[in-house]
């Protein structure tokens, strides 16, 4: 069976991780902790990131983008209306355009600073890189919030799915950056209605049900994290 190696609050993972389930993909799951440089993983990475799809001919792929695009290459395009990219050249360029703003804009602005200083310095010994939270750090992030919800909120209010009429990669790429937030309790929903609906219907998918399951140790979710209907 193909193995993913991934971390729980990685949205690239999350994202690959909700693309192979989409598709009916089944893979035995590798939680990897980056830091740690373990030879083996770098083996298949040597650029030491997340996600890594490792095929059953040990062949190994690399990062949230190649990856997406090799499944749909292969997989995606024999999926007709379930395909999560598009046919059209101009909307396979917003597909990749608003999943490329999830996965790096905001991972950049909001979602991996956050991560970093709640989650992985708590993990990570001191000598590597943990210890106490930068609240600077935090305050930036939590600023950034704000602008990537609200731009979210037009995109899912002006359209049936962020990027079009169909689920894409677009959407998944959204869910799970804004999972890892929800999981924080970094989103005041109160504030952000439409996108909050979006995100019912996303998070009510069976692709989600695992994700909603897990659990960081150390770290509980906002209570409704898990609740579909919230």
């Known amino acids: 069976m193909p193995t993913l190696y991934h971390h729980t609050m990685s949205t ?9 389930s989409e598709y009916g993909f089944q893979t035995d799951l ?3 902790q980056t830091w740690e440089k373990r030879k083996e993983f770098l083996a298949f990475n040597p650029a030491g990131t997340l996600p890594v799809y490792v095929d059953d001919s040990m062949r190994a792929l ?17 999926k007709r209306d379930r395909r999560l990219f598009a046919e059209d050249p101009f909307q396979r360029a917003e597909i990749r355009r608003l ?11 909001v979602t991996k600073p956050l991560v970093r200083e ?9 000598g590597l890189g943990g210890g106490a939270p930068d609240s ?6 939590r600023s950034n919030i704000r602008h990537h919800m609200k731009y979210l909120t037009w995109l899912s209010g002006s359209r049936q799915w962020i990027a ?10 959204a869910a799970a950056a804004v999972s890892v937030l929800d999981y924080l309790g970094e989103i005041d929903w109160n504030e952000f209605p439409v996108a909050k ?27 409704h994290y898990a609740d579909l209907d919230f």
């Not at 690399?62 to 024999?78: A, K």
């Not at 600077?136 to 992030?141: D, I, P, S």
């Not at 009429?165 to 677009?170: D, G, I, N, P, V």
């Not at 609906?197 to 209570?223: A, D, M, N």
Request: proline share 5%.
């Open 118 to 126: 709640r989650v992985h310095k708590l993990i990570i010994p001191n």
């Open 99 to 109: 999943t490329e703003w999830f996965l790096q804009k905001m991972e950049q602005d």
């Open 136 to 141: 600077k750090v935090l305050r930036t992030a």
């Open 30 to 32: 590798v939680e990897e």
């Open 62 to 78: 690399c990062g949230p983008f190649v990856i997406s695009e090799f499944i749909d290459e292969t997989h995606g395009v024999l």
């Open 197 to 223: 609906e979006w995100y019912q219907r996303i998070k009510s998918r069976p692709s989600f049900r695992p994700l909603l399951t897990e659990r960081v140790r150390g770290i509980t979710p906002v209570s």
């Open 164 to 173: 079009g009429e169909r689920l894409s990669y677009a959407d998944l790429s």
């Open 12 to 20: 690239a993972s999350r994202f690959i991780r909700l693309v192979l």
